[in-house]
């Protein structure tokens, strides 16, 4: 028997990528079943996690499945018999699962699946977009924002901690730019097995779980008589989502060190007129143009959303008054939505209905199909933003940026 | 979870267990055979059983919220998803118990489907499942030859001709569903050459069905029947004549009875006699007892005969391969 002790902190440092900071996770969680299927971008965390399970570093049973839907499918039924899931898809594969992940929010089944954002293909395009796991923000899926593969490996953490407390039983889909997150490599602080253990109990289904000690039956016909009531318990397990995160989050700070506020991340934004507000890596060139903005003596900040569902409404409410405008970067569309903004747009105007104060909001859609967003591109934005908080408004609502006329 | 249970052959249907495990509290329609196989299904798999079942009559009918008839643990799955619930529930099951996180003991895993949801929408999926030879499982398609519960539209299933609501005979065109049933099991069987156990059946055969479930399950790995079930409503007869459609189905030679087990074929009761020579029923005794057949001429019938004499008198093995390219 050793007995060596670890000294120092029970983390090491590796570079890796976005999908390897989740399979690494899969490890650490010792999750029982996952499901593949090919697809770029997300199809990076399966080869990650099968080269773990092939060198047997990750124990569970892997199967490829002949379809996403399947995929889905599986997972979805692993869980209902106790067993802790993970799995993932990308753009086109997701909408090819969607029936799966409609109704895993109605059986109340927690999933973790990691989305590796890509454009919805034809005309021809796989680069990042938020339009696929945009596209279930209505049914019960809780979802997740990462914008660097630290994030990616701590999130996952946090998903199955929230997505398997009895409170929320829900499926929960951590969102990462495709080729900015699932390809590209950074520091990443992995933590060791019993810091993971600490902080993530094991996935307990209790009187929920599908064993012939426990003949229930799942999901019968309901229909008109009890629907409603059922949809009503469901909204009330994303509305106590909330607090699940807020305190899983502050457990992962006292535990990792780590981790910030649960919904927002903030960047220089206490003394900021105008703020930008967006979701995933484009933080980065975000935070760039911003300390080189205020070199100059703008004073412009960025907020990023980490959650998306639920919607971090109150936070934003009370954060975003002080500002003199406000302008939201969308990586998608809403054809048709209300000034024919994107999602993250439609939202933050719509909880800021509720305001004391009609700050400017301005939307932005940038960066689809894995355009790049560039920092001459952010600067224009918060251009744009700033004359719109000099007069007090503007005519023009919404931009797409950087779109060839 | 390496093992299964072994669950011994039944000598009669004296010796099947009185036990019920589906019982009251499902709203099918009188006669019913798909209840039936239900019933018998579950009667010899026994109560350390997981049942998931797709979308279709036998969910939609038979498990209204607070009246489910099953005593064991059941589950709903996608329409097109037996394949997919039967492979996560054999893994999330096989999982914890390799884990140590649930008690070791072997658990049958039953989904099953109908024509729609497995011949048609589910056939990638069941096929998967048919490949993944460490996970027990059985997966059962009652045939009722029509997606019955959304009020009886043509399958892939359904027979030549037949009438429904998606192919109604008109004046211009008699015959609206023109193409021949799928085959199924023989695909199944031919595709999966390691799937060691695959058969079909018929409740009017009810000691032989509850057999093929016993043997799906004991053999291990992942197993496949296909049973045929007349259905009153779709069909259009008497309820009351529910197992002698069945029978006729079979001595007619239109549904053989057969299953193939490591490879080898082997056609059993009726289905075995009738390859050995014996002079099979006139399909026009079958035909002529359903509604959705009433509108057949002599022509049609004819049609009808030639095919099935086609499959017993040319195919390699009637109703399970088809003739080779060598053959006359
Ligand atoms: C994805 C999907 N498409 C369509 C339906 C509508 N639907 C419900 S039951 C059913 C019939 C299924 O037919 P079959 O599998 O043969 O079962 P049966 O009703 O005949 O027992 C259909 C089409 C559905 N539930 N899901
Ligand atoms: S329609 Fe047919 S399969 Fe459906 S419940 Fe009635 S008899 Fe059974
Ligand atoms: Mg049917």
């Given at each position: 028997m050793t007995t060596e002790t670890r000294v120092g902190p029970l983390e090491t440092e590796e570079l890796i990528s976005g999908s390897e900071a989740i399979a690494r996770a899969c490890a650490l969680a010792d999750v029982d079943v996952i499901t593949a299927y090919p697809i770029r971008p997300y199809d990076t965390v399966m080869q990650f996690v099968s080269k773990l399970i092939a060198n047997g570093e990750l124990t569970c049973e892997y199967i490829v499945a002949e379809s996403e839907h399947s995929q889905f499918e599986i997972v979805k039924h692993a869980s209902a018999v106790g067993a802790r899931v993970f799995t993932g898809s990308s753009g086109v594969g997701w909408f090819y699962a969607f029936e799966a992940l409609a109704v895993t929010c109605g059986l109340r089944l927690p999933m973790v699946a990691m989305v590796g954002n890509r454009a919805l293909d034809d005309p021809g395009a796989f680069g990042c977009e938020h339009n696929d796991a945009l596209a279930v923000r209505d049914l019960g899926w809780l979802l997740n924002w990462a914008a660097t593969a630290q994030d990616c490996i701590d999130t996952a953490f946090l998903a199955w901690r929230v997505a398997e407390d009895p409170r929320v039983f829900l499926p929960c889909a951590i969102s990462t730019d495709g080729a900015f997150l699932t390809h590209s490599q950074q520091i990443v602080k992995v933590p060791d097995r019993s810091l993971v253990d600490k902080f993530l109990p094991p996935y307990d289904r209790g009187k929920f779980q599908l064993h012939p000690d426990n003949p229930i039956t799942i999901a019968p016909q309901v229909n008109e008589d009890w629907l409603m009531e059922i949809r009503r318990q469901t909204d009330a397990a994303m509305r106590r989502a909330r607090d699940v995160i807020i305190e899983a989050h502050q457990e992962f700070v006292d535990i990792f060190g780590r981790g910030g506020d649960p919904f927002l991340e903030e960047y220089m934004t206490d003394d900021a007129d105008v703020v930008l507000i967006g979701m995933g890596t484009l933080a980065l060139p975000l935070k760039v143009t911003v300390r080189r903005m205020r070199e100059k003596g703008h004073k412009v900040g960025f907020i990023r959303v980490k959650w998306f569902r639920p919607f971090p409404g109150p936070e934003l409410l009370e954060l975003l008054p002080r500002f003199k405008a406000v302008g939201v970067i969308d990586r998608d569309y809403s054809l048709g939505s209300p000034l024919n903004g994107g999602v993250l747009f439609n939202e933050v105007r719509s909880i800021m209905y509720s305001a004391p104060e009609r700050v400017p909001i301005i939307g932005f859609v940038a960066g689809l199909g894995g355009r790049e967003i560039t920092i001459p591109s952010t600067r224009q934005m918060f251009e744009i933003t700033q004359k719109a908080a000099d007069e007090g408004g503007t005519d023009q609502e919404l931009h797409w940026i950087g779109v060839r006329e | 979870m390496t093992t299964t249970q072994q669950l011994v052959p039944l000598r009669g249907v004296k010796q099947s267990p009185l036990e019920e495990l589906f019982t009251s509290g499902h709203r099918t329609c009188q006669g019913c055979e798909s209840a039936l196989v239900m019933k018998l299904m579950i009667k010899a798999a026994g109560p350390r059983t997981i049942v998931l079942g797709s979308t279709g009559c036998m969910y939609v009918a038979n498990t209204t919220y607070y009246s489910t008839p099953w005593v064991v643990p059941w589950m709903h799955t996608q329409l097109g998803s037996s394949g997919s619930a039967a492979l996560g529930t054999a893994a999330g099951l096989k999982a914890l118990m390799r884990k140590a996180k649930m008690k070791d003991e072997p658990i049958n895993v039953i989904a099953f489907c109908g024509d729609g949801g497995g011949a048609d929408m589910g056939l990638s999926a069941i096929s998967a499942a048919l490949t993944h030879n460490e996970y027990n499982l059985l997966i059962l398609l009652y045939d009722n030859e029509s997606y019955a519960n959304t009020d009886i539209q043509v399958s892939g299933s359904s027979p030549w001709g037949a009438n429904s609501t998606f192919s109604p005979p008109g004046t211009l065109h008699r015959i609206m569903n023109r193409r021949w049933k799928k085959n199924t099991a023989g695909m199944l069987a031919a595709g999966h050459p390691q799937a060691r156990y695959i058969a079909t059946g018929c409740a009017s055969y009810a000691t032989d069905m509850m057999n093929k479930v016993r043997k799906a399950l004991t053999i291990g790995g992942p197993t496949f029947m296909h049973t045929l079930d007349p259905c009153p409503k779709g069909?259009?007869?008497?309820?009351?004549?529910s197992h002698e459609l069945g029978v006729l189905a079979v001595q007619t030679g239109i549904w053989v009875q057969y299953e193939v087990e490591d490879g080898k074929i082997t056609l059993n009761g009726p289905s075995k006699v009738l390859a050995r020579g014996k002079k099979r029923l006139p399909v026009e005794e079958y035909l002529k007892r359903q509604g959705r057949f009433a509108h057949f001429t002599p022509e049609d019938v004819a049609y009808f005969q030639s095919q099935i004499d086609e499959m017993w008198e040319k195919w390699w093995i009637p109703g399970v391969v088809p003739p080779g390219p060598q053959d006359p």
């Open positions: - | 069909w259009d007869y008497d309820p009351m004549y």
